[in-house]
Nanobody
Framework: QVQLVESGGGLVQAGGSLRLSCAAAGGTISRYVTGWFRQGPGKEREFVATISRSGTDYEDSVKGRITIARDNSKNTVSLQTNSLKPEDTAVYYC??????????????????WGQGTQVTVSS
């Protein structure tokens, strides 16, 4: 059973940056597809980015502002968020999928989830 813990969220002004981290225990994170998702107030959980053996993938609205990276030595995946906007306000979750070469963008394809970290962007 893999356990995930997110950290790095907080309150930031528009235009600011935060670096989110996802630490895995009980499994090797590089063996999975790692996805970041977010859920804003009153909204459904939505795809943000993934990293896998195939590379990286980003949702269109975050391209150029967000970078996903993996540190195999620390068994972590990070999400560097820059030029944050109020509409980026959400709880951010990391998740793992055993999809192999299939890199899903839908939450139901992910087996393991963290508890989430809150990102609040003020205008």
């Amino acid at each position: 059973q893999v356990q995930l813990v997110e950290s790095g969220g907080g309150l930031v002004q528009a235009g600011g940056s935060l670096r989110l981290s996802c630490a895995a225990a009980g499994g090797t994170i590089s063996r999975y597809v790692t996805g970041w998702f977010r859920q804003g107030p009153g909204k459904e959980r939505e795809f943000v980015a993934t990293i896998s053996r195939s590379g990286t993938d980003y949702e269109d609205s975050v391209k150029g502002r967000i970078t996903i990276a993996r540190d195999n030595s620390k068994n972590t995946v990070s999400l560097q968020t820059n030029s944050l906007k109020p509409e980026d306000t959400a709880v951010y979750y990391c998740a793992l999928s055993s999809g192999g070469f299939y890199v899903p963008r839908v939450p139901r394809e992910y087996e393991y989830w963290g508890q989430g970290t809150q990102v609040t962007v003020s205008s």
